[in-house]
């Protein structure tokens, strides 16, 4: 066996949609506390999300890498391959007119091979030396041997017996005898081969001809999970709103479920005014290219300004989820998602318990995204959401019963230097909505997700997007620093007559700076911003935030 290349994923369910309304102190102006809710359920997705990295393959003597030789004096390089020809030519630019060992002609393969794989297809480069008399001309021709066959084997007979027709199948949409390898593309094919089954994928790459391997998968059964902490995470941080307590304590644990990839995710969050609790169990459908989600969620809420107007609140939700991955290309993976959820939300006046809003909300949504993050640091994702749902039970809340609304999502990873010290990240969130809707479901521009200057009951609307573009630097010691721009554009639909909600749409910016860090186990996050270009929707009701204000955002995490 040349080349070995092992692939093990977990996959863990993102934060899935609770719900949550309070009403404001003050009942002219728009009840943004849904957005409280939301902003909890958004500061969980990045805690579960871990760093990914370019699958490390050995970069293996296929083809005689010990027949390399020596250069007395390197002329020139000679390589004719559109794809590498820059990047070769940088390799060897510093060793023009020096001597070349042998050693550093093998290097030299191992680094090609590595190169060639992050550009997606296995290549190999084979070298010769052209001896002139003042000095030799390095020659370099690239190889991308095509499958000569595929074959799936197993350990196991009765996992062959019951899955090894599935699996190649699944992996024959995309390799076929004659064609070259497509090494990202086998990455996120593995893992989709096995998204709903019980075993384990690997990939031996074994050469057999000059230009030609075979491609020969493996088929392992998943390990037994069940019970087992697979994952567990503590936060501190300060995004609360000053309503109900800055200061907030979040956590959450993943467990193992029945079978192999089955897990249970718990997640909490407190404050002084807040509580909130998540359960989610998600599991495989065998043979189905399919996964289920089921969850609750619950949470309780006061004021912590007291007064006559302080209120206290209840939330509760139930939720079913499917996940299917229907297609790729490269590393990236396609998937579909259908969820259905049922949320009840009551507010009451904390000195009388009269009801101040009370509602029930019942949800499809229909998702589909494409993401490499798995397979790649710089990595894409997007993501289209469509939400239809209907409003019943609505007390004091002036809101359409049915509505529907299309969300967009994008993120972006960008490196500009060779080592990744220096990168870039683009986000953007988008809304569009048929009517009003209650304030879990309009988009905040505020936020640690958005304009960072302002909370996320600040620039709330039922239509907008917002951007966030950050340039940052990895420093030796591991820390990050960076600077980062946020604006976003909203617009309140029907606003309420004689009321301060402003109609039209407006703008909130940010500029600000960022660092991060991690010692051991422990991740550090802060960013300072400066709002700028005003604050049109913002009125004296406000206490959380004013027009142009700095505000920082820090926080810190310990994963088990």
């Known amino acids: ?71 007395d004096k390197l002329l020139a390089v000679q390589i004719q391959d559109e794809q590498l020809q820059s990047k070769v030519q940088n390799y060897w ?34 070298t010769s030396i052209d001896k002139r008399a003042q ?29 090894s027709g599935l699996v190649a199948k699944r992996l024959e949409q995309d390799f076929r005898p004659g064609q070259p390898l497509d090494t990202l593309g086998l990455d996120q094919r593995l893992d989709s081969a096995s998204y709903d089954l019980p075993v384990e994928l690997d990939a031996t790459i074994r050469a057999v001809a000059a230009a030609e391997i075979d491609l020969v998968v493996t088929i392992h059964p998943a390990p037994s999970r069940s019970g087992q902490l697979l994952d567990s995470l503590v936060q501190v ?13 979040l956590g959450s644990m993943t467990i193992g479920g029945h079978e192999p990839k089955a897990t249970l995710n718990l997640v909490g969050q407190k404050s002084e005014g807040i509580t909130y609790g998540r359960a989610e169990y998600e599991f495989a459908s065998y043979g ?9 969620a619950a949470s309780n809420s006061h004021s912590i300004l007291g007064g006559s107007a302080a209120t206290q609140g209840e939330s509760r939700e139930l939720g079913l989820g499917w996940s299917r991955i229907y297609g790729g290309y490269r590393d990236f993976v396609f998937q579909q998602h259908v969820e259905g959820s049922a949320r009840s939300t009551e507010s009451r006046l904390a000195s009388t318990q009269a ?27 997007a993501e289209f959401i469509y939400t239809v749902g209907e409003y019943t039970r609505v007390n004091s809340i002036d809101i359409d019963s049915l509505y529907g609304k299309l969300e967009l999502n994008l993120r972006h990873h960008q490196s500009w230097s060779q080592d990744r010290s220096w990168y870039s990240v683009f986000r953007f969130r ?131």
């Open 93 to 126: 630019s510093a060793r023009i007119g020096q001597a070349v060992a042998a050693e550093d002609v093998q290097i030299f393969h191992a680094w090609l091979f590595d190169e060639a794989r992050r550009t997606g297809y296995l290549s190999y480069a084979t």
């Open 288 to 296: 189905n290219a399919g996964r289920w989600r089921y969850w609750g």
């Open 237 to 249: 941080n300060n995004y609360g709103l000053r309503s109900y307590g800055r200061p907030q304590v």
């Open 1 to 71: 066996m040349k080349h070995f290349h092992r692939l093990c994923w977990t996959a863990v369910a993102c934060a899935v949609h609770t719900s949550l309304v309070f009403a404001q102190p003050v009942a002219s102006i728009p009840d943004a506390s849904g957005q409280v809710q939301k902003s909890i359920e958004r500061s969980f997705e990045p805690l579960r999300q871990r760093p990914a990295s370019v699958k490390p393959v050995a970069p293996v003597d296929v083809m005689g890498l010990e027949s390399s030789e020596s250069i």
């Open 430 to 560: 988008g809304q569009l909505s048929s009517g009003r809707l209650d304030s879990y479901n309009q988009l905040a521009l505020g936020g640690t997700t958005g304009v960072r200057a302002y909370t996320t009951v600040d620039g709330i609307g039922d239509n907008g997007g917002v951007l966030n573009m950050e340039l940052n630097h990895r420093l030796p010691d591991g820390s990050t620093v960076g600077a980062f721009y946020d604006a976003g554009v909203i617009k309140l639909l029907s606003p309420k007559a004689g009321s301060l909600e402003y109609g039209k749409h407006y703008w909130l910016q940010a500029m600000g700076l960022q660092l991060s860090g991690q010692h051991q186990n422990l991740f550090y996050n802060a960013s300072l911003a400066k709002g700028i270009g005003g604050h049109k929707g913002w009125n004296s009701y406000n206490i959380e935030s004013t027009p142009n204000n700095w505000r920082l955002y820090a926080n810190a995490t310990y994963r088990f």
């Open 135 to 163: 000095g030799s001309v390095l020659v370099v021709k690239i190889v991308r041997p095509a499958i000569h066959s595929i074959r799936v084997i197993s350990p196991s007979s009765e996992l062959l017996t019951h899955y």
């Open 355 to 381: 009801i101040t809003g009370a509602l029930r909300d019942n949800q499809v949504r229909f998702r589909a995204t494409a993401d490499n993050s798995m397979l790649t640091s710089d990595a894409s994702r």
